[in-house]
């Protein structure tokens, strides 16, 4: 599957992956330097710092029903990632999206989504607590980009266990990130490894650099396996699934590039 690039004034990538309360974004130059920051949103793509592009790990583009297994895309990475694939989320239709937000308490909130999520999914199909939880950081993104075209082309879906599948020679990573909820100090070695021995500066890359920024080890991890995307991304190598990508009811592109 070929890639897509793209230009832009700066030669800067950037990867994020959400955090509490925001997101860590990870500046990198494509080449030694990477600087990793938390950021409260996503106006990163204004002014003298403002990256080429970034991946970001968060699906963009939302279907109008939700077929088995969720979009295309996570149908098609799931086989890739085999024990890492139940990390890859089913994303409901838009409505349910949605119908997260609004008035009411998180309790009344999620029973409304999930009822939504069934009435517009085939089959029926309610949404995880772990979906619902990501759902504010997926309408901050499609907010964005409805209301910025120029940004389609700059903001790109990745999803890290795909990027370190490609990393890692497009085989299955061995080790988990997390065991029963919690972080697996070994499966961040592995993934550390695999961005070092592609080129990745994992310098400064370390629990105590998270815990600065307000943000998980993992977290920070994967900000910088999206980095390594965008840079794929700015230079056409990316993988994307599916290729070509396809589009939401908003022109959305629907696709997980690696």
Request: with cysteine; net charge positive; hydrophobic share 40%.
């Amino acid at each position: 599957m070929a890639g897509e690039g793209t230009s832009g004034t700066t030669g800067r990538v950037a990867g994020l992956d959400g955090c509490p309360g925001g997101w860590v974004c990870v500046r990198w130059d494509g080449a030694t330097t990477a600087r990793a920051e938390r950021v409260t949103d996503l106006a990163l793509f204004d002014g003298a710092d403002a990256p080429c592009l970034a991946a970001i790990d968060i699906p963009l583009g939302l279907p109008e029903r939700a077929g088995p297994g969720g979009r295309a895309p996570e149908r098609l990475v799931r086989p890739h990632l085999g024990q890492r694939q139940s990390s890859v989320f089913s994303v409901p239709a838009r409505a349910a999206v949605e119908a997260s937000a609004g008035e009411g308490d998180e309790r009344a909130r999620y029973l409304r989504a999930c009822a939504v999520a069934r009435e517009t999914s085939d089959p029926p199909r309610s949404m995880s607590k772990q979906c619902f939880h990501i759902l504010p950081k997926v309408l901050e993104a499609d907010r964005l980009l409805r209301a910025r075209t120029d940004l389609r082309e700059r903001l790109f879906e990745c999803h890290p266990e795909v990027s370190f599948w490609a990393m890692n020679g497009r085989r299955e990573v061995p080790v988990p990130k997390k065991i029963k909820g919690r972080v697996n100090p070994a499966g961040l070695d592995v993934r550390l490894a695999l961005l070092a021995d592609v080129g990745f500066p994992t310098k400064g890359i370390t629990a105590a650099a998270a815990r600065a920024l307000g943000a998980g080890f993992d977290d920070l991890v994967d900000a910088c396996a999206a980095a390594w995307t965008a840079r794929r991304l700015r230079d056409g190598l990316a993988l994307r699934f599916p290729d070509p990508p396809e589009r939401d009811g908003h022109g959305l592109r629907i696709a997980i590039h690696a």
